[in-house]
């Protein structure tokens, strides 16, 4: 649906990491595309869904080949793999000569990484420095993500690394393409690091904004090799990946709209978009209304739809649920009919409450007992005066 690019200059603090993590939390199905020319490390860092590596045969290589021949962008997920968890990814080149062999193809990888159907790709870019063949790729992106740190010398370098890719992509006829830059640094300093980077890049001239900035959190980012637990979904790195992926989703089209662009470009009738899972809806009043209103639908009205629809070829399974080892996509879609609001006093429950009938109609066929003591005060007879509940006052 879009393809978002990240990319740094000189030192490239964490491409490879941030872009797995903006993975783990983006908020639609995404694909992680491994897109340096000097190389992958996926291959050698993250576990295969079989506990096993990644087919390093299989990725990025044969994708640019079969290119060549002509290729639709829902064949890319044939050259896909899963990692441990159930992130799709995209394993890239060996090394910095498959990368050179690449040189007249990455403008078709960045047209096909584009136009994915049902899924948004995260393409690692690695570390971009004097305009060539990987700046044919950048001109497909929807957004160029910079990571810098706030440091004198790196500022500097994104000032003039953000002036040659404006300029890069207006030559190709892409001036729309957005460039945004994350600030990495230490949680204490997150504040003044964007404040700092923001001026300079404003003061210059250059036409970037800041998105937010990226916890540096060594020990957190090491746990995404291992298995996801709560420790790292509360830690910093995680918050600060979220909120940076919310940003960045925030300016990007819609489903319906991608899917239109596609189709008039390649002139191939567009797939069904897939809609983003709903957010968990905390208000109970909120609960409430959706439980009244899903009681007035027909049986099987408003069941839950699965979020990832994948084309022929494609992968086979969704994302795993939290339970699962390690969560790469933390958000769950919501249940069809969420749970009633609790009694006042009394913890929140989750999903239905056992027994309670499907079909309306049977639900009303059945005979209620004479107190429900789930119904919340509002729900009761008219209590008897001074009495709680309506029940008889005791000796």
């Not at 079989?50 to 087919?55: A, K, M």
């Not at 709903?278 to 609960?287: K, S, T, W, Y």
């Not at 879609?333 to 056992?354: E, K, L, T, W």
């Given at each position: ?7 740094a ?40 869904a ?6 390093p045969?299989?990725?990025?290589l ?15 997920w ?5 990692l ?11 090394g ?8 007249l ?19 690692d870019c ?17 957004s160029v993500?910079?990571?810098s ?19 890069a ?26 404040e700092?980077?923001?001026h ?18 060594p ?9 996801w637990?709560?420790?790292?979904d ?30 008039g ?5 567009a ?26 639908q ?6 839950p ?15 795993p ?35 309670t ?33 309506g ?5």
């Open positions: 649906m879009a393809l978002i690019a990240v990319a200059d000189k030192g490239a603090p964490g491409v490879t990491t941030a872009s797995v993590a903006l993975a783990a939390v983006w908020p639609r199905p995404v694909l992680l595309a491994e897109c340096d020319p000097a190389g992958g490390d996926l291959v050698y860092r993250l576990p295969a079989d506990g096993g590596r990644l087919d045969r299989r990725g990025l044969n994708l640019a080949v079969a290119a060549r021949r002509g290729l639709q962008p829902r064949q890319v044939e050259h896909s793999q899963k441990h968890g159930g992130l799709d990814v995209l394993a890239g080149v060996n910095a000569e498959q990368g050179a062999g690449l040189e193809l990455w403008g078709a990888v960045g047209r096909l990484l584009a136009a994915v159907p049902q899924a948004d790709v995260i393409a690695g570390r971009v420095g004097v305009d060539g063949p990987i700046y044919d790729l950048l001109a497909h992106a929807a993500v910079l990571l740190r706030a440091t004198v010398g790196e500022v500097i370098r994104l000032r003039d690394r953000v002036s040659v890719l404006a300029a992509l207006k030559k190709r006829g892409r001036s729309s393409v957005r460039i945004d830059v994350v600030v990495v640094a230490d949680y204490r300093h997150i504040t003044s690091a964007v700092e980077v923001g300079a890049l404003r003061q210059s001239g250059a036409p970037a904004r800041v998105v937010g900035a990226l916890a540096h959190e020990k957190s980012a090491e746990q995404l090799r291992g298995e637990g709560g420790k790292l509360k830690s910093m790195f995680i918050r600060t990946a979220r909120a940076i992926a919310a940003d960045l989703m925030a300016g990007l089209p819609e489903p319906a709209a991608v899917s239109a662009q596609s189709a470009a390649s002139g191939h009738k797939e069904a978009p897939v809609q983003p899972p709903r957010p968990v809806v905390a208000n109970p009043q909120g609960i409430a209304e959706r439980d009244h209103r899903a009681s007035q027909p049986p099987g009205a408003g069941q739809q699965p979020s990832y629809r994948p084309a022929p070829g494609g992968p086979t399974q969704q994302l649920h939290r339970s699962a080892a390690p969560s790469w996509q933390p958000h769950q879609p919501v249940p069809a009919v969420s749970p009633r609001p609790p009694a006042p006093g009394q913890p929140g429950i989750r999903g239905r409450h056992a027994g009938p499907d079909d309306p109609t049977m639900a009303q066929a059945q005979p209620q007992p004479e107190r429900d003591e789930t119904q919340s005060a509002t729900q009761l007879p008219e209590a008897t005066s001074g009495t709680p509940h029940r008889p006052r005791g000796r």
